[in-house]
């Protein structure tokens, strides 16, 4: 274990030390110190941002919606994917145990689950499963334990039609020679409601704001809503593979 540049034995004298830094981080958190202006001063100069322009809606915009929607308020759960990076940057998560993630670990289908969990322990509290429409189909068929046991969970699918974070590899840098990213997917909201759960599709940006106030109305079973996204946005800011943060890549050239 390293403690303050130093390596110390995870015992006596390694713990007092950890415990002691762990101290001095929360009260610097509660100052105005030099490095949080730094990072909010980066924060001004370089925002995250996105163009909802035509008739495609662009998954932030679905997310920054939901996140508007629910007052930043819900317990939010995700698959892997790019859903997942847009998720992190558009719903502004503040309290603790509200971000349920399999963060690198790239396990596909772990958000519609994960969000059952949440809501089993969590009955009173809005619970979101944001995921993608790859990662969902691994799962999709626990609509059946939702259902039966009337779980409010609202699950918005954020379709590309395609493996979303693997096609925009293949395309930056494979020169969009795409392979087995293009997926060919059911009508998820016909799929919720055989289940017995509520299905709502969103094909176009005015109809984003409407399908989620009408998730969000419905309390005694599982709500669907399918947001058919622009399939060639892309995530960033990236770093290509092998790269330093240097080579960052913060929009498509």
Partial sequence: M???????????????????????????????????????????????????????????????????LTKG??????????????????????????????????????????????QMGRPDALVCAIVGDGGFQMTMQDLASAVEWGLPIKIYIINNKSLGMVRQWQQLFYRERYSHVWLRNPDFAKLAEAFGAVGITARRPEEVVPAIEQSLQVTDRPCLVDFHCDPEENCYPMIPSGQSIKEMIVERG
């Fill in 2 to 68: 390293i403690v303050d540049g130093r390596p110390r034995n995870l015992s006596g004298e390694g713990l007092g030390e950890l415990g002691e830094v762990g101290r001095a981080v929360r009260r610097g958190a509660d100052h105005d110190q030099p490095w949080h202006r730094q990072i909010a001063e980066w924060k001004e100069r370089y925002p995250l941002r996105y163009r909802q322009e035509g008739e495609t809606i662009k998954p932030q915009f679905a997310i920054d919606e939901i996140y508007r």
């Fill in 73 to 118: 308020q819900a317990i939010v759960a995700t698959d892997v994917g790019q859903h997942q990076m847009w998720a992190a940057q558009f719903y502004l998560t503040t309290q603790p145990r509200t971000w349920v993630t399999s963060g690198g670990l790239g396990a596909m289908g772990f958000g519609f689950p994960a969000a059952i969990g949440a």
